[in-house]
């Protein structure tokens, strides 16, 4: 019986245990997560969502702050067009994110950054850009395009030194998406170095529509794997969404993925963002507690546990201090549903929104709780203590259990 680690995820003449945590933000997937995957051989993700905010809580920068009092005078206007991003901030911030996580770094694996298009940020194109590019001066390993299209983002590294030096790759959900990537970026001569295939079971946001109980993860897989053969193009393919163990692994594994990418289990890892009251609601959830509903201003479905305190929370919206959702002309969904209820409650007491979230400010905080389908299976990968709270894991618990575990077996902690 074959074990995740009797495979290996080839990037020319170097291979790594086929195993790579996913990039859930705000920082959840931490730099020491990240770089607990790299030591053990594998590959970790950090995520650059609210990057400046990241730095702000790991080496006590005060770039938040100093947005905030610059837009002082905008809070109580409703109107956001004016909140800008100053993009050489931006810049100093994700290099020292990533910087600061490269340094750290030990072992044979690599550590990559997660980057969503949909971060707009009041100038989609400009600040996409300066992240990019940003993390490729600090020297991160490779990046993973998620959350959109990313039609321009190969253009907008490809005049850096590194733009074919490092690993760029991007999560797709379906063969129309990977086929639209690989068509615009044609001219550039330069193909992705590996491609996550995201089903409908993972966590967070969803490529698919409310239809997502449609889809299936291993059917997108061999659809994109039949493609790729027609048009002789050998990109490794990584599965992700709902694996949960080493044998789902290796299923996938054995049918031509080159690795998996998997991100439930560690929400509740030692190194994980998440605080240790959020991580122990992740462990007490039932089937029934997951939802996937589409209050997220992105526009896209997400998948979270039905008692987030985001959920029809009220708050004002936050853009003087975040603002990452602007689009490019400052709009954001969540605050035209808040200023509809503006109207019906002019104080602005008692106000519920149903529609949408601040998910800037409510991820900042843990408050949105966003999680992958197999989440109320954590519980069956841990020991009950006798206060009543689930034991948290190490990441290398974790991580070892899925290369070397068989027959759909979890291994318990000591």
């Not at 760029?168 to 193909?191: D, E, H």
């Not at 004002?316 to 975040?322: G, S």
């Not at 929104?353 to 991820?363: G, Q």
Request: glycine share 8%; with cysteine; aromatic share 8%.
């Amino acid at each position: 019986m074959k074990r995740v680690d009797d495979f290996r995820l080839k990037f020319g003449k170097k291979e790594y245990v086929p195993i790579i945590i996913g990039g859930m933000g705000v920082d959840i997937s931490t730099a020491e997560l990240a770089l607990e995957a790299a030591r053990l051989g594998g590959i970790g993700h950090i995520s650059d969502a609210m990057v400046p905010d990241v730095s702000d809580r790991r080496f006590d920068t005060e770039f938040v702050k100093e947005k905030t009092k610059f837009y002082k005078h905008n809070i109580d206007n409703s109107d956001k067009k004016v909140v800008q991003f100053d993009l050489g901030r931006l810049a100093e911030a994700t290099k020292l994110h990533v910087g600061k996580t490269m340094e750290a770094k030990r072992g044979e694996g690599m550590v990559f950054v997660n980057c969503m298009e949909k971060l707009t940020m009041n100038a989609p194109r400009e600040t996409l850009q300066v992240r990019l590019n940003s993390a490729l001066d600090a020297g991160i390993d490779g990046i993973t395009l998620s959350a959109g299209l990313h039609l321009g983002s190969f253009g907008l590294m490809a005049d850096h030194p590194r733009f074919r030096d490092a690993k760029l790759g991007i999560i797709v959900s379906s063969v129309r998406a990977l086929q639209l990537f690989l068509r615009k970026t044609a001219r550039l001569n330069r193909l992705p170095d590996f491609v996550v295939i995201e089903g409908p079971l993972a966590g967070g946001h969803l490529g698919f529509g409310m239809d997502w109980a449609q889809y299936d993860l291993a059917t997108i897989v061999a659809e994109i794997a039949q493609y790729l053969k027609a048009e002789q193009l050998d990109i490794p393919l990584i599965a992700a969404g709902g694996i949960f163990t080493g044998s789902d692994a290796v299923s996938f594994l054995e049918n031509g993925s080159a690795a998996v990418q998997v991100a439930t289990r560690f929400t509740v890892a030692n190194e994980c963002g998440l605080p240790g009251k959020v991580q122990q609601e992740y462990f007490k959830a039932s089937e029934e507690d997951i939802v996937v509903n589409t209050i997220s201003p992105t526009g896209y479905p997400m998948r979270m546990l039905r008692n987030t305190p985001a959920i029809g929370a009220g708050i004002r919206p936050n853009c003087e201090a975040y603002g990452y959702l602007l689009d490019g002309n400052g709009n954001c969904a969540y605050i035209t549903a808040y200023n509809e209820q503006i109207v019906i409650h002019p104080d602005g007491k008692n106000i519920s929104v149903m529609d949408k979230t601040c998910l800037c400010t409510h991820m900042r905080n843990f408050n949105c709780w966003t999680c992958g389908s197999t989440t109320y299976r954590l519980k069956d990968t841990t020991r009950k203590l006798a206060d009543g709270t689930y034991q948290t894991l190490s990441a290398e618990h974790i991580f070892k259990d899925y290369q070397f575990s068989v027959d759909q077996k979890i291994a318990l902690p000591d």
